[in-house]
């Protein structure tokens, strides 16, 4: 993006006030003083009437307006909007005469003719035809003197022209100064030389003395001018050419350049008409001129251009880093548009190119605002491996073990022993019987017994007794007798054998692999984009910096622009430092920014001493 377009690309961003960038001149600045001053204020001594005459539509009740700073009279753009003749007061001791234009309603311009004092048109076959006024005729005179708004109405007076042409009305309303306008862009015409033509040859012949000062009027639209250079020219010679044949050498008035809306060209104007006029009745006007105007005019050179920035750096600094704007950076367009922007509000545009290649350093500082202004935004990500799941499981081995085996095997084994075995036996055995003897006793007789009386005291009695009797005989016994015998037997014996078998045994533990899984092993922060912070104070503090190092550069004409840029930001630095806080404090307010701008405003823009 170049320097040029930098500018108009940044206006974008100032759509709602479209006149923020605009590059003011010294002229513009001259023009809004002076208006305020003519006004204001009692400049000059003695009543002095500004007449404003010209084709239709070529700006004459928009001058008015514009000293009036409000559009009082109205200026639709319709043709022939006006149809008599409206004045007001400036100041004390000025007065604005407006008048219908020529070329359009010839009725209309026969206001304008008569109102002048020059002669009318008659023009029968024009539509409408144009009719001549006699002395009875009247039209109406407006007084916007105490209007103070376009809807408030003005004072009407019908006046028959006899009547205003009188010795004792031109006392009070004949022109000091007329100021003949004319719009480069429509042409210069035939009506329009026969008109011009005709009043100066009116005011020359007049007693009273009157200057008519030919103005272009530069229409502008969207900031350029609607009229070619060709327009100007043919038009500045043609007007030069008719002064010439109707005054000769008497008296040439420099044309003079103005804008009638925006009111530029005040100052020339005014400088011409104190020129022209005579020393009593301009009064202090030449002071105005001369020195409160130079002074004024730097100080609020300075200052709207502080405003400016302060404007610029207030918004872009609310902005993020990330805006763009026509496909570049913001701060880099903004740093390019602040740098055009000095240049031609102190060196004019054409300066623009000189500069260009001072440049370079900039744009290093503006990366590094730009990248402050910048944070990485990051993102915790984990860092997947491989890890293997275990399960413990017994290791086993072949392991040979030894050992007894015990088996019952029978032996066979020769045993003599002693035996009993039973024998038969004749032997001689003696029993013993008993045996019944019968025998006799005597027993003696009971006491009672009838015997006994008889004297008998005994008695015999037989008896059985038993007596033993030996028998001896023989008798086959069976008699254990002792024998050896010898006999084989088995016996049971445990027999012992060392064996070795192969025995599967658990040896330990081990681990075993069953499955691999991604985990988590680490986490890092990755950047994974970037967060673009407001502005902020950094970069309020740099382009303020850069404004007053441009403004440094073309002042004191130094010779490199890298002294300016230290200078400007060491100036922004102390201006700006003690604001920080406050300033990003207001970055966050969602309506901040007015706020914001006036503090910029407060710390660069002293009202008394205001340059830096
Ligand atoms: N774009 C543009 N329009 C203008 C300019 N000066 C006057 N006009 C317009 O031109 C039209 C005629 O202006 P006006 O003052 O009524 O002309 P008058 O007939 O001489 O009084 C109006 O619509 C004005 O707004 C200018 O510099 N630029
Ligand atoms: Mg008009």
Redo the contacts with the bound molecule.
């Keep these: 993006m170049s320097l040029e377009t930098a500018l108009e690309s940044l206006k974008v961003l100032f759509k709602d006030k479209p006149d923020a960038l605009t590059v003011f001149d010294l002229k513009s600045i001259n023009s809004e003083y002076l208006k305020d001053k003519l006004r204001e204020e009692k400049l000059f001594t003695s009543p002095i009437n500004l007449w404003v005459t ?1 084709r ?7 001058l008015g307006n514009s000293l009036l700073d409000s559009k009082i009279m109205k ?3 319709n043709i022939d ?2 149809d008599f003749v409206g004045f007001f007061k400036l100041g004390e001791n000025l007065r604005y005469y407006d008048v219908p ?1 020529y070329a359009s309603d010839g009725s209309y311009e026969n206001i304008n003719r008569v109102a002048l004092l020059m002669p009318q048109i008659e023009e029968e076959d024009a539509d409408p035809p144009a009719l001549k006024m006699e002395d009875t005729d009247t039209f109406p005179v407006k007084d916007f003197s105490d209007c103070k708004s376009p809807k408030d109405k003005p004072e009407i007076e019908t006046v028959n022209v006899g009547q205003w042409q009188s010795p004792e009305q031109q006392k009070y309303v004949a022109p000091d100064v007329i100021v003949y ?1 004319n719009a480069p862009h429509m042409q210069f015409l035939q009506p329009d030389t026969k008109y011009l033509r005709q009043i100066l040859q009116t005011w020359k012949t007049r007693k009273t003395p009157c200057i008519i000062i030919p103005a272009l ?5 969207d900031g350029k001018s609607l009229s070619t250079p060709e327009n100007l020219e043919d038009a500045k010679t043609r007007i030069a050419k008719i002064y010439q044949k109707v005054c000769g050498d008497e008296w040439h008035s420099p044309i003079i350049e103005i ?3 925006k009111g530029t060209g005040i100052e020339q104007l005014t400088d011409l008409i104190c020129q022209i006029l005579p020393q009593e009745k301009i009064g202090n006007m030449q002071q105005v001129l001369k020195d409160d105007l130079k002074q004024h005019a730097e100080k609020e050179h300075v200052n709207r251009y502080y405003r400016t920035l302060c404007l610029i750096a207030g918004r872009l600094a609310r902005y993020t880093s990330d805006k763009k704007l026509d496909g570049q950076n913001l701060y880099q367009a903004a740093a390019s548009a602040i740098s055009s922007y000095g240049v031609m509000t102190f060196k004019g545009a054409d300066a623009v190119t000189e500069i260009k290649t001072q440049l370079d350093s900039i744009a290093e500082q503006v990366e590094q605002v730009e990248k402050s202004r910048q944070e990485d935004i990051t993102k915790t990500e984990n860092v997947m491996g491989e890890k293997d799941i275990t399960h413990v499981v017994p290791k086993t081995e072949d392991v040979e073990i030894e050992y007894e085996e015990s088996h019952i095997e029978m032996k066979k084994e020769t045993v003599n022993e002693t035996i009993w075995v039973p024998e038969a036996v004749k032997e001689e055995r003696k029993t013993q019987h008993l045996v019944e003897v019968e025998k006799t006793r005597t027993k003696e007789r009971g006491k009672f017994s009838p015997a006994r009386l008889f004297g008998s005291t005994t008695y015999e009695k037989d008896y059985i007794d038993h007596e033993t009797r030996t028998l001896t005989h023989d008798e086959m016994v069976i008699k254990q007798v002792e024998k050896n015998v010898s006999r084989d037997q088995f016996i049971p014996e445990v027999v012992k054998e060392l064996k070795t078998r192969t025995e599967n045994r658990i040896v330990g533990y081990e681990e075993e692999v069953i499955d691999t899984v991604q985990v988590v092993v680490a986490q890092v922060d990755k950047v994974v984009g970037t967060k673009h912070l407001k502005g902020g104070y950094p970069v309020i503090e740099f382009l303020v910096g850069l404004g007053l190092a441009m403004k440094h550069f073309c002042h004191d004409d130094s010779p490199d622009f890298s002294i300016s840029m230290s200078h400007g930001n060491l100036i922004a630095e102390q201006k700006l430092s003690k604001l920080k806080s406050k300033i990003e404090q207001l970055m966050n307010d969602p309506n901040g920014e007015p706020e914001l701008i006036r503090l910029l405003e407060k710390a660069l823009v002293n009202k008394e001493n205001n340059i830096c």
Excluded: H, I, P, W
């Excluded at 239709?56 to 928009?62: D, H, Y």
């Excluded at 009027?217 to 639209?221: A, D, G, I």
């Design positions: 010209g239709t539509g070529a700006g004459k009740t928009s200026s639709t753009g909007c006006t234009g306008v009027n530069l229409f502008e639209k804008n009638s809306e």
